[in-house]
């Protein structure tokens, strides 16, 4: 028999099932990877116990767009994105971008994956398309050894850019690939890391960066290995490119995506708030799913989805922290609390919003469904064992506990969960990330960002 873990007497279990249940005074029974029980008074012998006799119990989170090696991006007012054009950004941070190795893959990742898990994440997809002549094809393996190490679910994003500027692409001569390297190394990542199976820890997502900064071709023959390998496929759309693609192909991208086949339940799509409602309507009906990343699109000034009209869709929503660039933070914790209050900004207009509790099924339940994950995203048997744990004893929260589902966002508790558990195993508990050596990393991240990026690029001088 697998190990058992006995969570005892949960203050409330909120399961995010279909028929939304919350238990009350219950226990939840671990065995290996996945949940065997939930109910009162269950009987483990042997089992570890854990006491939550003071807590709320959530499903874990499920993070479906972010740019890990941005990490090391962050603070810096010499890069000030809400005062910027989004052409002089681009100028000024792929200068930082374009000089990243491998070993910065690592320790950045090390950081967004630590900062995920501590805010109750517990699978995260990263769209890694930073391939410079520094890091070689080397940025998955070495994300993979990352999540390894601190034991998060890790769904990788293989992107790649290949359109030089020459020819109307942005990013610079030094960080593309040819369709072919890009390929190449899809298949090698696929037979690698890439688990099907239920309660896999990692897979592997082939994901061209935007069509504006690729051949038409890397989506082409994108498509074309990704059903015969069975991977799911996902890229930047609706984020203001469409001027740029209808004067280029004369159509819109989700047009140029139905054209060449980039379309279909298993592709999903980040920000999209430049969508019509037409386009909307064709996601809902075609099965395609659309990562909300509200915290950069606050910060760019960019329209925030209208969560409501999407749900009379039938689009899948999940939730993204999106770029370290672009947010500063990966939490997605955050990113829920400030999802929901944009809602609300807009509720007088837009005829209401959606709750605070439909903000978490969207955060875990939409984001399984986005991964194409049924074995994750609620608390039920035969699920996946992925969940957090808040302290509600805690004084702050005093008077709001009537309502756990609705507690999270719109009570903004979005700070360090008690505990974090992932396919069974506790990853974070009481302050601490289990078997490693927190503070011994995070040196070692300083380091490699000193040596790679603050001794050498312009973005990190008179900072003091």
Known sequence: MDNQILIRNARAIVTCDEQDRVFYGADLLVEGPKIKAIGKNLSAPGAQVVDASDCFVYPGLINTHHHFFQTFVRNLRTIDYPNMTVPDWIDKIYRIFQVIDDEVIYYSSLTAMADLIKHGCTCAFDHQYCYTRATGNRPVDRQMEAAKLLGIRYHAGRGTDTLPRSKGGSIPENMLETTEEYLADCERLAGLYHDPAPYSMSQIVMSPCQPINCY?????????????????MHTHLGEGE???????WGMRTLDWCKEIGFVGPDVWVAHAWELTEDEYDYLGRNGMGISHCPTPAILGGFPILHMKKLQAHNVCVSLGCDGSATNDSSSLL???RTAWMMQAFYSKERGGCISPYEMLKIATMGGAKTLGRDDLGSLEPEKGADLFFIDAGKLELTGTLHDPRNLLARAGVTGYTALTMINGRIVWQDGQLTGVDERKLAQEGEAACTRVLRERCEAFRGLE
Do not use: C, K, P, S
Request: proline share 0%; hydrophobic share 40%; glycine share 4%.
């Open 216 to 232: 038409r071709e890397t989506f082409t023959e994108t498509v074309d290995m990704a059903r015969r390998l069975g991977l799911r």
């Open 242 to 248: 469409n001027e740029i693609m209808e004067a280029r």
């Open 334 to 336: 955050d990113a829920m």
